[in-house]
């Protein structure tokens, strides 16, 4: 399949562009194509475009750019159209030291899926850091997916489950979405207040 990642030459897009690409093409989107085939560059397969071209040459499309930056997105509402997009954009503002989730009314991705009315649109890996790309040994992982139908969830876990370490868990309709990008101010809070390191989700089960 080949995926696009908008915002792909940021620190999140980058780091799972180079875990995607073990089993999709790649497509790094960037606001600058120079910027983009930089990015590409380091990552064995990848391709770079600009945003428009990127969506346009996509089956799927991931988006990986800032919560401010989101409204830019719909000059590409005509060419994700038909198209599974997956966003990790997480609402978040610090405020007295800690980050608090900072959603205008609605999510992040439902502001998408208004914003591209013609595409599929999920969350996946909003709580998994950078830093958990990549690793020689992954750890396991619960990627949590909001979906506005569980046609679009299952077809967004096939994406998740090609990446090492990731379990898709499906947290609901894509009005559970804020549940989805809050826990990120949680996860974040978390290991910063307990001193652990970067924290992820991951959910246990009660065995017997
Ligand atoms: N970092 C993480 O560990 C992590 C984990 C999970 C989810 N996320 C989410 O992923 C998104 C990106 O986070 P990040 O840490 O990768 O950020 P980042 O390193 O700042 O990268 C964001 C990318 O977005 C693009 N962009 C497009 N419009 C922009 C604008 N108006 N202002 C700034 N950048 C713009 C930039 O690329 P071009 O200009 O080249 O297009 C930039 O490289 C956020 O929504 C965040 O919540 C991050």
Redesign the pocket.
């Known amino acids: 399949m080949k995926v696009a990642i908008?915002?792909?030459?940021?620190?999140?897009?980058?780091?799972l562009g180079g875990e995607i690409a073990k089993r999709n093409q790649v497509i790094i989107?960037?606001?600058?194509a120079a910027?983009?085939k930089a990015?590409a560059a380091r990552i064995a397969g990848a391709v770079g475009m600009d945003?428009r071209d990127a969506s346009r040459a996509a089956d799927a499309v991931i988006?990986?750019?800032?919560?401010?930056?989101i409204g830019?997105m719909a000059g590409l509402a005509t060419d994700v159209s038909g198209k599974l997009v997956v966003s990790?954009?997480?609402?978040?503002e610090l405020e007295g030291g800690l980050l608090r989730y900072s959603a205008k009314g609605i999510s992040?991705a439902e502001e998408l899926a208004r914003l591209l009315p013609g595409a599929r649109v999920a969350t996946a890996?909003?709580?998994?850091?950078?830093?958990f790309f990549g690793m020689e040994n992954p750890p396991q992982v619960d990627a949590l997916i909001a979906a506005e139908s569980k046609e679009t969830f299952e077809e967004t876990a096939g994406l998740v489950r090609g990446v090492r370490g990731m379990r898709p868990l499906y947290a609901g309709p894509l009005s559970q979405a804020s549940i989805v990008e809050s826990v990120?101010a949680l996860v974040l809070n978390l290991a910063s207040l307990n001193g652990t390191g970067s924290l992820t989700t991951r959910f246990v089960t009660r065995k017997g």
């Open positions: 908008l915002g792909g030459t940021g620190k999140m897009g980058n780091a989107g960037s606001t600058d910027r983009a990015a945003y988006i990986a750019v800032p919560y401010r930056a830019s990790l954009v997480n609402p978040l992040a890996f909003n709580n998994v850091p950078a830093g990120t």
